[in-house]
Protein backbone atom coordinates (compact mmCIF):
# COMPACT_ATOMS: atom_id res chain seq x y z
CA UNK A 1 0.00 0.00 0.00
CA UNK A 2 0.99 3.07 -1.16
CA UNK A 3 1.95 6.15 1.80
CA UNK A 4 -0.62 8.39 0.39
CA UNK A 5 -3.89 5.43 0.95
CA UNK A 6 -2.21 4.57 4.25
CA UNK A 7 -2.62 8.34 5.58
CA UNK A 8 -6.16 8.57 4.03
CA UNK A 9 -7.32 5.61 6.11
CA UNK A 10 -6.00 6.80 8.84
CA UNK A 11 -7.65 10.22 8.26
CA UNK A 12 -11.38 9.03 7.86
CA UNK A 13 -10.87 6.90 10.82
CA UNK A 14 -10.52 3.28 9.49
CA UNK A 15 -8.96 0.82 11.66
CA UNK A 16 -5.08 0.06 10.08
CA UNK A 17 -3.84 -2.20 12.89
CA UNK A 18 -3.68 -4.67 10.53
CA UNK A 19 -1.77 -2.93 8.11
CA UNK A 20 0.89 -2.43 10.56
CA UNK A 21 3.97 -4.73 11.90
CA UNK A 22 3.65 -4.19 15.65
CA UNK A 23 6.06 -6.69 16.83
CA UNK A 24 8.66 -4.52 15.63
CA UNK A 25 6.71 -1.20 17.55
CA UNK A 26 8.92 0.60 19.91
CA UNK A 27 8.30 3.58 22.00
CA UNK A 28 10.76 6.31 21.06
CA UNK A 29 12.89 7.79 24.03
CA UNK A 30 11.04 5.22 26.87
CA UNK A 31 13.59 2.25 26.54
CA UNK A 32 12.96 0.16 30.17
CA UNK A 33 15.94 -0.06 32.29
CA UNK A 34 15.85 -2.35 35.09
CA UNK A 35 16.96 -0.80 38.99
CA UNK A 36 16.59 -2.34 42.54
CA UNK A 37 15.32 0.16 45.13
CA UNK A 38 15.58 -0.69 48.76
CA UNK A 39 11.97 0.20 51.02
CA UNK A 40 11.77 0.22 54.28
CA UNK A 41 9.59 -3.08 55.36
CA UNK A 42 6.96 -0.92 56.75
CA UNK A 43 6.62 1.01 53.22
CA UNK A 44 6.48 -2.39 50.96
CA UNK A 45 3.52 -3.70 53.51
CA UNK A 46 1.87 -0.08 53.05
CA UNK A 47 2.14 -0.94 49.38
CA UNK A 48 0.93 -4.57 49.75
CA UNK A 49 -1.92 -3.21 51.15
CA UNK A 50 -3.09 -0.44 48.95
CA UNK A 51 -2.32 -3.10 45.93
CA UNK A 52 -4.72 -5.47 48.03
CA UNK A 53 -7.69 -2.75 47.97
CA UNK A 54 -7.21 -1.80 44.34
CA UNK A 55 -7.08 -5.55 43.74
Known sequence: MKAKNFEKQ??????ITALLDLS???RVLQEQ???N???P???VES???EAG???
Open 33 to 35: KRV
Open 47 to 49: LDR
Open 24 to 26: KAK
Open 37 to 39: VDF
Open 41 to 43: TWM
Open 10 to 15: FDEDVD
Open 53 to 55: KLG
